[in-house]
């Protein structure tokens, strides 16, 4: 089973940077998807961020323009670089990978932006 494990979590201010790690046991290149989900207290995991199979990219209308996924296949890593964070940006953040052995979620870090 894949292992997945966020990082890069925290507190920031409104109009803030942060920069998430999704660190993965096995390598990203052969996955169907992987990609950033959030859950907001009270509402449903929505999808932030993904990358396909083919390398195209999926954004949340919300955030496209401000956040930004990559990869690095090297490293078996994606990131999400968040800028001009907003207080409703706040969640907690999951990786998430499918592949032919079914979906995998990492055990998520909060992103908290407040004054």
């Known amino acids: 089973q894949v292992q997945l494990v966020e990082s890069g979590g925290g507190l920031v201010q409104p109009g803030g940077s942060l920069n998430l790690s999704c660190a993965a046991s096995?390598?990203?290149?052969?996955?169907?998807?992987i990609g950033w989900y959030r859950q907001a207290p009270g509402k449903q995991r929505e999808l932030v961020a993904a990358?396909?199979?083919?390398?195209?990219?999926n954004y949340a209308d919300s955030v496209k323009g401000r956040f930004t996924i990559s990869r690095d296949n090297t490293k078996n890593t994606v990131y999400l670089q968040m800028n001009s964070l907003q207080p409703e940006d706040t969640a907690v953040y999951y990786c998430?990978?499918?592949?032919?052995?079914?979906?995998?979620w990492g055990q998520g870090t909060q992103v908290t932006v407040s004054s």
């Open positions: 998430k990978s499918s592949d032919r052995g079914g979906d995998s």
């Open positions: 990358f396909t199979r083919y390398g195209v990219t």
């Open positions: 096995v390598s990203t290149f052969n996955f169907r998807s």
